[in-house]
Structures are given as C-alpha cells and as structure tokens.
C-alpha cells in the first residue's frame, strides 16, 4: 500500500525505513495542511506527527483524494478532528505509548537544569567565569513535587521523583493504587496541589477541559517560587499569565517541551528569520526559563517503537484486523 507520511524529519527517516517495509512509503517533509492535503493523492493512507493539520477541512480534503486511513506517529490526538474523521470514514490509530520513560526523563533534566541552573552554569565556564554567584539551587529531597495527570509518564516521573526522595502530590480523575502503595502518593484537588507544591509538572491531555488549567487564578494559588513544568502539551497552559507569574516573582522557574503556538516554530530551523511571536520572545528573555522544541520523546528506543507501532497500525488496516490503538469517536466522549 502506498503511504505518504508528513512532516518526516532527518531524525526519523531510518526508523521508518527500517521498520515499515511493506509498505510503499512517500516521505515528504512538508507538514500536512489544508493546501498540502492533495499530495496524499493516490495513498490510502497518511502517517502525520504532532503539528500537523487534521481538522476537518483537511480530513474532508485528504477523503477527496482517496485517503482512508490516518496514522498518526503521536500519543496525543488533540490536533485530530476525530468527530469529522468518523463522519468521513477515516479510520485513525496513534502510538499509545513509546516511551513513557524518555519523556519522564527529560521532564526531571528540565527540573534539575532550572533548578541548578546548569545552562547558565556551562556558558559562564565556557566564558572562563567560574564565579558561582547567581547559581544558587534546591535540593531536591525533601520537595513536595504536584504531578497533574499520573498515567503511563506521570507514574514514570513520580518514580524517579521518589527515588530523589520527594513527596509527591497527584491530582488526577482516576487514582492509581500502585503508585500510593508504592511511592506514598497522596492524591489531592488541585487546589491543594497548587497550594503545597514546590514543583508543579504536568502529563494530562490536552483537552476542552484542561485547556488553560495553568492560568492566572491556579497561579495565585500556587508557592511562592514555584517551578512550573510543561511537557505535554501547550494550550495547557497560559502563557501570558505565566509570564505575569514570572515577572512578579510567584512562579520561580517554568519549563517547557511544549508551547501552544510551537506548530508554527518548532521542529524547523529558524535561525535566519525574524521571531514574530512576541509572547514567547518575552518568555525567552527570562533567565529562569528554560525551553526546549518537543524533544522529550527523541530517544532511539522511543523512535523505533514509533515506527514499529505504526507499521503495526498500517498493516492491521489493510488486513482489516482490530487495533487496540484504533480511536474511537465515542471513547473520547468518556471522562
Ligand atoms: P496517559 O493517557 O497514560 O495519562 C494521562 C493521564 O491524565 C490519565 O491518567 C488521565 O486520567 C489524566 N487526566 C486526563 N484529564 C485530566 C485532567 N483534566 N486533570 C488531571 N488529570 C487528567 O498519557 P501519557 O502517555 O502519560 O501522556 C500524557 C501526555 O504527555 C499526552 O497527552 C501528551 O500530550 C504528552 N506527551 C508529550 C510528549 C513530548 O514529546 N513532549 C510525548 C508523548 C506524550
């Protein structure tokens, strides 16, 4: 089957070579837009990552040329309009899970850089200053860490995080026994949460509900001096209070894998333009932020198990054989 597959990046290539061999892949490195839609013409079905477009106008476009079904090299799915894909036909499946330990990973190098300020540490010694004032940290032992969302990465970063021998704090619908037996989770409101937490790190989906769970009035609640982490995804939060937060002294650090606008930034080399964002300028001009563009999954073992899943989800779709990680309309409806 003939497939072609958006947004393909350099890193990327060799795992879905090596992984995907029956199929015919067509690797285009333009993102999937409602003006690029028609460069699917002639596949059956598309593979699409985390910044690419699949509203419903650019579902509606990519059925009109022939496509019927979407693989999506993701966890997340909020940038699919899944409503439409059902409407249309369009069957999607994602990649629940590839590596829940690299983006746990690279959320607590997030905490210890800001914490022990290790990017300003590295070029000031690379400047031959090996002065120390300024790089003042925390340790982390003893710190009560709120984890919103404790599903396959929070429970890895609440893991890791008792092993530094913090307290940890969760607040999610779903309570998981394991993680209170094991690492003396407290599950708690968010409210409480926000009050009793030094750090403050986000796993949730991005949905309706959790759009903007990090806005003004969850800041005023929180310590003074918290760090703030954010790798899943960016409309969690809001940016502009944050920097508020920032500017006020409230929020002592903020971290970030994720950025609401990233679509427009992130994975591109913009080295030679003009930033016209504006909100994230400002966030860059502080010295307690730390940003990295959505590389907390960009480990070899999380790339092949993405290139395996999705040669896995293209062949049960052309085998018509069920695929546990088919999504389902309905299912998203659920709590
Ligand atoms: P998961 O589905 O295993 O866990 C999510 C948890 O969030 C669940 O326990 C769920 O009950 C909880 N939750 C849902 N709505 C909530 C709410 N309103 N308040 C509190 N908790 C809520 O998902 P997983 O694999 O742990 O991924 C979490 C997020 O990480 C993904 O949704 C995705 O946005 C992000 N991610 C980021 C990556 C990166 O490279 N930066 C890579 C992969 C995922």
Same mark, same amino acid.
């Given at each position: ?12 290539? &060799? ?34 990552? %985390? ?10 476009? #990519?059925? &009109? ?9 993701? *966890? ?8 439409? *894909? ?20 690279? !959320?607590?190098?997030?905490? #210890? ?11 000031? %010694? ?43 704090? *969760? ?16 599950? %708690? ?6 009050? /009793? ?9 991005? !949905? ?20 703030? =982490? ?15 937060? #920032? ?13 609401? &606008? $990233? ?11 003009? #930033?016209?964002?504006?909100? =994230? ?10 940003? !990295? ?5 960009? !480990?070899? $073992? *999380? ?24 999504? %389902?309309? /309905? ?5």
């Amino acid at each position: 089957m003939k497939v072609t597959v958006f947004s393909t990046h350099k890193f990327e290539r &060799e795992f879905l070579n090596l992984a995907i061999q029956d199929h015919q892949l067509h690797l285009l490195e333009t993102k999937l837009t409602l003006d690029t839609a028609s460069l699917a013409a002639g596949s059956e079905a598309v593979s699409i990552f %985390v910044n690419d477009d699949a509203s419903g106008p650019v579902l509606q476009k #990519l059925k &009109e040329v022939g496509v019927k079904f979407l693989a999506l090299r993701s *966890a997340g799915y909020n940038h699919v309009d899944l409503q439409e *894909a059902n409407h249309l036909g369009i069957k999607v499946a994602r990649v629940p899970e590839y590596s829940p330990a690299a983006i746990a990973e690279h !959320t607590v190098a997030i905490m #210890l850089g800001l914490n022990r300020k290790l990017i300003k540490a590295h070029n000031r %010694v690379r400047d031959l200053n090996f002065s120390l004032d300024g790089l003042v940290g925390f340790d982390m032992e003893g710190k009560t860490v709120g984890v919103i969302g404790t599903g396959k990465i929070g429970s890895k970063v609440i893991r890791i995080l008792h092993g530094f021998g913090c307290r940890i704090l *969760a607040f999610d619908p779903y309570e998981n026994k394991d993680l209170k037996n094991q690492y003396q989770v407290q599950y %708690v409101d968010l409210d409480t949460l926000c009050k /009793e937490s030094d750090i403050i790190s986000l796993h949730l989906p991005l !949905t309706k509900e959790s759009k903007y769970l990090i806005n003004e009035g969850s800041i005023l609640q929180m310590k003074q001096g918290v760090m703030v =982490i954010n790798t899943s995804r960016g409309g969690l939060v809001n940016t502009v209070d944050v920097i508020q937060g #920032l500017k006020t002294g409230k929020i002592g650090s903020f971290g970030i894998d994720v950025y609401e &606008e $990233e679509a427009e930034l992130f994975f591109e080399d913009h080295s030679e333009d003009i #930033l016209q964002d504006d909100v =994230i300028a400002r966030l860059m001009t502080f010295q307690n932020v730390l940003i !990295t563009s959505h590389q907390a999954f960009l !480990t070899k $073992e *999380a790339l092949t198990q993405i290139a395996a899943t999705t040669s896995y989800n293209l062949n049960c779709w052309e085998n018509l054989e069920n695929n546990p990680n088919e999504l %389902v309309f /309905e299912e998203v409806k659920k709590p």
